[in-house]
């Protein structure tokens, strides 16, 4: 079993940055790819930004140029970088990970963190 954690969501005005961190702990794992979903009041979640365990990376492009995904895999940490924030970048910002214990692969998702940006 692995769970993620989130943290550093909160309220900013509109132009500030934020900075997500999402840690995995629990027993012997290897984390391949790390994600980044959000899901504003009303809409469904969306995919943000994705890390692959080579380091590739993708994003939606209403956060291209904005928004960076990275990892330290000797945390097992994940971070999206957030700056030149907009109010519609508000929503709660969800976590996700493939992870290989052993030789299978699960899916794992955070509780999720609150971001809030006001104009």
């Known amino acids: 079993q692995v769970q993620l954690v989130e943290s550093g969501g909160g309220l900013v005005q509109a132009g500030g940055s934020l900075r997500l961190s999402c840690a995995a702990s629990?027993?012997?794992?290897?984390?391949?790819?790390m994600d980044w979903y959000r899901q504003a009041p009303g809409k469904q979640r969306e995919l943000v930004a994705f890390i692959s365990s080579g380091g590739s990376t993708r994003y939606a492009n209403s956060v291209k140029g904005r928004f960076t995904i990275s990892r330290d895999n000797a945390k097992n940490t994940g971070y999206l970088q957030m700056n030149s924030l907009k109010p519609e970048d508000t929503a709660v910002y969800y976590c996700h990970a493939e992870v290989r214990i052993l030789a299978h692969a699960y899916s794992y998702w955070g509780q999720g963190t609150q971001v809030t940006v006001s104009s």
């Open positions: 629990g027993s012997t794992f290897s984390i391949n790819s």
